[in-house]
T-cell receptor, first 113, second 111 residues
Framework: SQTIHQWPATLVQPVGSPLSLECTVEGTSNPNLYWYRQAAGRGLQLLFYSVGIGQISSEVPQNLSASRPQDRQFILSSKKLLLSDSGFYLC????????????FGPGTRLLVL | LAKTTQPISMDSYEGQEVNITCSHNNIATNDYITWYQQFPSQGPRFIIQGYKTKVTNEVASLFIPADRKSSTLSLPRVSLSDTAVYYCLVGLNTGFQKLVFGTGTRLLVSP
């Protein structure tokens, strides 16, 4: 069966510090990978998606970046965090086909102070 | 991607059937309709997906009229643990799919 992992689960960082959130998927090959952010009480905002190694597409201009160094690894980064980067970050995967469904990880709650 | 409209919140009691309706007037021919459930501090969880008529699984039913401009998620005999936010999404059923999550419907089930 497929599983998706995210770490850390929670993170408190000062403004201006760097960020690295990691997501890994097990039990599937060549998945589509996604990063979402969810502000408190709001819906999910798609940040980045990737259809293959080294292929990253950005949905929202911001000070965040994403990388996919391996087939089942997706990393979200920032060189300098802003207060507005606080939120709940979710990684998801899917496999193309009929009725493609996304499966979400447990999420990382980030608080920037 | 087709835009969806759902009620912001709904209240129910344990044991009742809950029906959440979603409007998607601009749904395209190849779009599927998918519902997700999200508990606080967790990622959304797939509930059910359909294209037309009716789909049923072990947790819910999805009713889609012939014009497909709306859909209704039906939760039979809800319990307290069904308190969550429910999202309706529409999108392409093949290849890469960018999902657009709205604010969803916040369902509160009371004793």
């Amino acid at each position: 069966s497929q599983t998706i992992h995210q770490w850390p689960a929670t993170l408190v960082q000062p403004v201006g510090s760097p960020l690295s959130l990691e997501c890994t998927v097990e039990g599937t090959s060549n998945p589509n990978l996604y990063w979402y952010r969810q502000a408190a009480g709001r819906g999910l905002q798609l940040l980045f998606y990737s259809v293959g190694i080294g292929q990253i597409s950005s949905e929202v201009p911001q000070n965040l970046s994403a990388s996919r160094p391996q087939d089942r690894q997706f990393i979200l980064s920032s060189k300098k965090l802003l207060l507005s980067d606080s939120g709940f970050y979710l990684c998801a995967w899917s496999v193309g086909g009929q009725g493609e469904t996304q499966y979400f990880g447990p999420g990382t709650r980030l608080l920037v102070l | 991607l087709a835009k969806t409209t759902q009620p912001i919140s709904m209240d129910s009691y344990e044991g009742q059937e809950v029906n959440i309706t979603c409007s998607h007037n601009n749904i395209a021919t190849n779009d599927y309709i998918t519902w997700y459930q999200q508990f606080p501090s967790q990622g959304p969880r797939f509930i059910i997906q359909g294209y037309k008529t009716k789909v049923t699984n072990e947790v819910a039913s999805l009713f889609i009229p012939a014009d497909r401009k709306s859909s209704t998620l039906s939760l039979p005999r809800v319990s307290l643990s069904d308190t969550a936010v429910y999202y309706c999404l529409v999108g392409l059923n093949t290849g890469f799919q960018k999902l657009v999550f709205g604010t969803g419907t916040r369902l509160l089930v009371s004793p």
